[in-house]
T-cell receptor, first 113, second 112 residues
Framework: EDQVTQSPEALRLQEGESSSLNCSYT??????LFWYRQDPGKGPEFLFT???AGEEKEKERLKATLTKKESFLHITAPKPEDSATYLC??????????????FGQGTTLQVKP | DGGITQSPKYLFRKEGQNVTLSCEQN?????MYWYRQDPGQGLRLIYY???????QKGDIAEGYSVSREKKESFPLTVTSAQKNPTAFYLC???????????FGEGSWLTVV
């Protein structure tokens, strides 16, 4: 069964304290891995798509990387406004014709000033 | 601005009532989706549509119905058959099923 697991469930950082969020996946044929940011009471906001092992993408203080078994979202020198829930999702070749994404449960990040 | 608009933001349903959540997009996307989000659980797919006048059941379609009469619109009806409808509902769209999926702001449904 296709599965996506995110860790940790919750992460508290001091402003400027860099860290990484993990997304491990067990799927039959990865087509793409997606990272979203979700603020409380709002819809997920798209951040990155990764398609192949070794691929990296960056946006401001965020950097996403992909291996054959997991993805990391690195947060460098975070600010309080980076506080949110970060969602990881995968699309597989088996489901790519449907557009179905398999989501992890998310990591809730809190950055204290 | 292009985007996905969901309405209403908050909706209350009485027992035995059907309610309809609206979703409109002006991104010219062909594919549209409805996901449900519950606390402590990942998003789960309710229904999806790849093209006008066609839609398919997702993983948790029981108690829900949809229509896709226009490319821009994909309303979701939560019927009285849905036993646990209280949740956060998210509409999404993509240019094609394998492209990046973008989400609306969500609708909260509460049973009273």
């Amino acid at each position: 069964e296709d599965q996506v697991t995110q860790s940790p469930e919750a992460l508290r950082l001091q402003e400027g304290e860099s860290s990484s969020l993990n997304c491990s996946y067990t799927v039959s044929g990865l087509r793409g891995l997606f990272w979203y940011r979700q603020d409380p009471g709002k819809g997920p906001e798209f951040l990155f798509t990764l398609y192949s092992a070794g691929e990296e993408k960056e946006k401001e203080r965020l950097k996403a990387t992909l291996t054959k078994k997991e993805s990391f979202l690195h947060i460098t020198a975070p600010k309080p406004e980076d506080s949110a829930t970060y969602l990881c999702a995968v699309s597989t070749y088996g489901s790519s014709n449907t557009g179905k994404l398999i989501f992890g449960q998310g990591t809730t990040l809190q950055v204290k000033p | 601005d292009g985007g996905i608009t969901q309405s209403p933001k908050y909706l209350f349903r009485k027992e035995g009532q059907n309610v309809t959540l609206s979703c409109e997009q002006n991104l010219n996307h062909d594919a549209m989706y409805w996901y449900r989000q519950d606390p402590g659980q990942g998003l789960r797919l309710i229904y999806y549509s790849q093209i006008v006048n066609d839609f398919q059941k997702g993983d948790i379609a029981e108690g829900y119905s949809v229509s896709r009469e226009k490319k821009e619109s994909f309303p979701l009806t939560v019927t009285s058959a849905q036993k646990n409808p209280t949740a956060f509902y998210l509409c999404a769209s993509s240019k094609a099923p394998w492209d990046t999926i973008y989400f609306g702001e969500g609708s909260w449904l509460t049973v009273v």
